[in-house]
């Protein structure tokens, strides 16, 4: 997950902003399209998958590792849904027609919102690769 989430804000964004003319924009409502679909089960999975780490391993050496970067995965679900999805939903749907004259100035936002979801996937990520060397 912070793999495609890194790559999304790091390269696939700065790949679509160099294509000429309309493509770019084609290219991000595709990949809202696409990788809009996949991540409600990579997000929920790997909270869940954290949650379950959590109470199986609560006397580890560790834990609290664990809790908290299940509290930051859940602060990303609450970033995506109120912040992300709303702008991904409507950008997914937008062609060169019928785009509205802000789309960049939306784009622009939804790059800003998503960068500050990477740093806190990415301090989960940490915390648990961290917890699971203390194991």
Request: proline share 4%.
């Amino acid at each position: 997950m912070v793999g495609v989430e890194f790559a999304v804000a790091f390269v696939l964004n700065r790949i679509f902003a160099a294509l000429p003319e309309d493509a770019g924009q084609l290219g991000r409502a595709h990949g809202g399209r696409m990788l809009g679909a996949l991540m409600p089960f990579w997000y929920i999975g790997s909270l869940v998958l954290s949650a379950v780490w959590a109470v199986a391993g609560w006397h580890d050496p560790g834990s609290g590792l664990v809790v908290i970067a299940a509290a930051l995965l859940i602060v990303s679900v609450l970033m995506s849904v109120l912040l992300l999805v709303p702008i991904n939903n409507r950008g997914k749907t937008w062609t060169p027609e019928n785009r509205p004259a802000d789309w960049k100035e939306q784009m622009n936002r939804w790059d800003r919102y998503h960068y500050a979801r990477v740093a806190v996937i990415v301090a989960a990520f940490a915390l648990l690769a961290t917890a699971l060397g203390q194991a």
